[in-house]
């Protein structure tokens, strides 16, 4: 069983950056591929990116490509999400997930954290 607990969202202004950090309960936490999905209310949770076991592969939506990227500490239980050139459009609930494997599909996804909002507003 992995725990993990997403932080760093907030309000920022459309340009703006923030970085998202997903913080696991267990060093199995190496094990596992890392997701970022996100939803907004009433629609179904989309798949933002993902990083390999040792990072160094990463996988991105088109609609974040070279906007966003994705990293994790391969020492620590953490992974992160920066975020820049933020948009209107990415204001969701962002939510870390672990899973067995590289994959844009949140089924692939066995561990889920409870998720930190983003808003884009000016």
């Known amino acids: 069983q992995v725990q993990l607990v997403e932080s760093g969202g907030g309000l920022v202004k459309p340009g703006g950056s923030l970085r998202l950090s997903c913080a696991a309960s267990?060093?199995?936490?190496?094990?596992?591929?890392v997701g970022w999905f996100r939803q907004v209310p009433e629609k179904e949770r989309t798949f933002v990116a993902a990083v390999t076991l040792g990072g160094g592969a990463t996988y991105y939506a088109d609609s974040v490509k070279g906007r966003f990227t994705i990293s994790r500490d391969k020492t620590d239980n953490t992974a992160w999400l920066e975020m820049s050139s933020l948009k209107p459009d990415d204001t969701a609930v962002y939510y870390c997930?672990?899973?067995?494997?590289?994959?844009?599909?949140?089924?692939?996804?066995?561990?889920w954290g409870q998720g930190t909002q983003v808003t884009v507003s000016s």
């Open positions: 997930a672990a899973g067995a494997r590289l994959s844009s599909s949140k089924n692939a996804y066995d561990y």
């Open positions: 267990r060093r199995t936490f190496g094990v596992y591929v």
